[in-house]
């Protein structure tokens, strides 16, 4: 990628283009003197035009998209860190699923007022994503004023809503692009993207369906909240609860608020301290008796126990020692603080036959923590690509997870939405849910193989 332009006195196409000809009709170029010729056409391309003055010409960039083959076009520098990731992730999107993706970072408007106008017509002179039947979207960022303002296409607005592009323009990117943190916010909106990116090219989906998705921005504070404000409604009481039951700023605050909240018998999945797919697991157990909490609150309150960490990445020990009351509980630090993680706590602690547990030996963090613990070896095959489950991306399995219950709710009998809700359980390690759902897909369609 063609790095950050330098402070050199800039000159006029119409100069440079007659340094170059004085210059070929001198001495004939060898094929390889070519190459800095070429170079300087792509950075003509790819970086701010400059009127006569050397300043910025936003009139002109408005008119016409500067070159097809690329989707970030920063006339700031601002992207320059992750550029390359971006627009490979971008390319991936459009060749994947068949979505136009642009990202313009300006340096300011001038005179105009409205950077919605401003958007409107980039969108339309750019022709963004006219290739592909109106599935366009413009990322558009003004640097003065630190604004964000997502345009989207006709034909994206089933999915891509406004309780959607309200919480990419207001939660994941505008606050990190007024702090200096734009490629923070870049990386986290990619993952969103993606996922609305999926939804839409499977085409797997109603409006029921979408609103299920778009809920969880209403709790999350996102764009949606100007609209909950604007109508004077109150937010959803699970944020009392998630407040009250926060993640920790360190691992051995993460395990006390578990602790409290057995003593507390909280039944609501909803906590702070529980990553997002835990929370969607915790849903089972919402009707657990009193006695359950009391034993666990007794078992673990006044236990010895070690905090081991490194990095991101935490257990509670309670110790080589058989008898299931004694593994270890794992714990991960994510953006808001340290959570229980019970995929891959339910993905490496084998419970045997009363009282042998053991850990199932694999290549993770955690391993290095539980070095000393019984070990269990080749119960399972190793996981990889979009078959793992990561921290990174808890929330967008929850998202898949949710969307794909929501089309099963509507249709039971729909093989394919059941064979992937079924696999999305088994691959987060929701296995009592997973069960049942595939040995009913297996006796709908025997010769399938996928159960």
Same mark, same amino acid.
């Given at each position: ?29 060898? =094929?390889?003197?070519? =190459? ?7 950075? !003509? ?40 990731? $971006? ?6 999107? =459009? ?41 366009? !979207?413009?990322? !558009? ?17 089933? $999915? ?12 994941? +990117? ?52 100007? $609209? +909950? ?158 078959? !793992? ?27 394919? $939405? ?34």
């Amino acid at each position: 990628m063609v790095p950050a332009i330098t402070t050199a006195p800039a000159r006029t196409v119409g100069e440079l283009s007659r340094a170059d000809a004085s210059q070929r009709n001198a001495v004939r170029p060898t =094929r390889g003197a070519w =190459r800095p010729l070429w170079l300087l056409v792509m950075m !003509l391309l790819l970086f701010p035009r400059c009127d006569r003055e050397g300043g910025f010409d936003l009139e002109r960039t408005l008119k016409a998209r500067p070159a097809e083959d690329h989707m970030v076009f920063d006339y700031v520098g601002v992207t320059q860190d992750v550029r390359p990731s $971006v627009e490979l992730h971008l390319s991936a999107i =459009r060749d994947r699923y068949k979505i136009e993706i642009l990202i313009v970072v300006l340096p300011s408007l001038g005179d105009r007022s409205s950077v919605t106008d401003a958007a409107v017509q980039l969108f339309s002179n750019w022709d963004i994503g006219k290739q592909l039947q109106g599935r366009g !979207l413009l990322m !558009l960022l003004v640097d003065d004023v630190k604004t964000v303002k997502l345009e989207v296409g006709y034909e994206l607005e089933d $999915v891509f809503t406004d309780l959607f592009t309200g919480y990419i323009q207001d939660v994941q +990117l505008q606050p990190y692009f007024a702090s200096g943190k734009l490629d923070i916010g870049l990386i986290a909106m990619m993952e969103e993207i993606e996922a609305r990116s999926q939804i839409k090219y499977q085409g797997r989906y109603n409006h029921a369906s979408v609103a299920a998705l778009d809920a969880r921005y209403l709790s999350q504070g996102a764009g949606a909240r100007h $609209v +909950l404000e604007e109508q004077e409604r109150p937010g959803p009481s699970a944020g009392v609860i998630n407040g009250s039951y926060p993640a920790g700023s360190t691992p051995e605050q993460a395990w006390q608020t578990m602790i409290r909240h057995w003593h507390d018998k909280v039944r609501d999945p909803d906590l702070g301290v529980y990553t997002a797919i835990t929370r969607l697991t915790y849903r089972d157990y919402i009707h657990l008796p009193d006695a359950r909490f009391d034993q666990d609150y007794r078992r673990y309150a006044r236990k010895s126990y070690e905090v081991r960490q490194s990095g991101d990445y935490a257990v509670i020990y309670f110790g080589r020692e058989k008898g299931w009351e004694n593994s270890p509980f794992f714990l991960c630090r994510c953006g808001e603080g340290w959570k229980f993680d019970i995929v891959h706590q339910r993905r490496f602690v084998r419970m045997g036959t009363a009282p042998d547990w053991g850990i199932e030996f694999s290549e993770h963090p955690y391993m290095g923590l539980l070095m000393d613990a019984f070990h269990f070896n080749g119960q399972d095959i190793p996981l990889a690509g979009d078959d !793992l489950y990561t921290i990174e991306k808890d929330a967008w399995w929850a998202e898949q997870v949710v969307f794909y219950e929501t089309l099963h709710e509507s249709d039971e009998k729909d093989v394919d $939405v059941s064979m992937a809700l079924g696999r999305l359980y088994t691959l987060v390690s929701m296995s009592r849910k997973a069960i049942p759902l595939l040995k009913a897909v297996q006796q709908r369609s025997p010769q399938d193989p996928r159960p």
